[in-house]
């Protein structure tokens, strides 16, 4: 079965400290991962994404994240969060064979700064 | 920059009346798809169409939902009757043709069913 899973509910760091949320999928093909950010109320902007290559991606506002294939993991990371980083974070994995081309979300992680 | 559009923001609307939420993809993209995000949870897929053909409609609860892409190229949302249980954010994304691209998110509109 297809399927993405987020561990974390809701993470809470202090404004400088590193950040790491996971994501664990299970997909029958190559998968597309995803990570994309969502702030209240708003649509989601995407962060990063890996389709091959390079393992270690980068992404905008500081972001990486890492495919480990044999763990079936693309985990996000940042060095030094900061306050405006606060938001919800949501993993996809996808495909793009044919008209199949459906994401399968996780259930998001809720991310609080302490200032 | 392109973006994908999306009214109205918000909607309140009473319970067994109608309500309809619009969505202009990206220019040029194909892969259109209906999304509805109850608060604290992961989007849901509702629709996902490709021109103007429906290739995942799965979730559409059939009774009361419907959507369309009459030209493939913009869509129309609706509920008729709607329910307490509606009130949600419904997203529209977008994505292109090309193998390695990414949806591309509207903002969303608020339903609030009373």
């Known amino acids: 079965a297809q399927s993405v899973t987020q561990p974390d509910i809701h993470i809470t760091v202090s404004e400088g400290a590193s950040l790491e949320l996971r994501c664990n999928y299970s997909y029958g093909a190559t998968p597309y991962l995803f990570w994309y950010v969502q702030s209240p109320g708003q649509g989601l902007q995407l962060l990063l994404k890996y389709f091959s290559g390079d393992t270690l991606v980068q992404g905008i506002k500081g972001f990486e994240a890492e495919f480990k294939r044999s763990q079936s993991s693309f985990n996000l990371r940042k060095p030094s969060v900061h306050w405006s980083d606060a938001a919800e974070y949501f993993c996809a994995v996808g495909g793009n064979a044919g008209n199949n081309r459906k994401l399968i979300w996780g259930l998001g992680t809720s991310l609080a700064v302490n200032p | ?114």
């Open chain 2, 1 to 114: 920059e392109a973006e994908v559009a999306q009214s109205p923001r918000y909607k309140i609307t009473e319970k067994s009346q109608a309500v309809a939420f619009w969505c202009d993809p990206i220019s040029g993209h194909a892969t259109l798809y209906w999304y509805r995000q109850i608060l604290g949870q992961g989007p849901e897929l509702l629709v996902q169409f490709q021109d103007e053909s429906v290739v995942d409609d799965s979730q559409l609860p059939k009774d009361r939902f419907s959507a369309e892409r009459l030209k493939g190229v913009d869509s129309t949302l609706k509920i008729q009757p709607a329910e307490l249980g509606d009130s949600a954010m419904y997203l529209c994304a977008s994505r292109g043709q090309g193998a390695l691209t990414e949806a591309f998110f509207g903002q969303g509109t608020r339903l609030t069913v009373v």
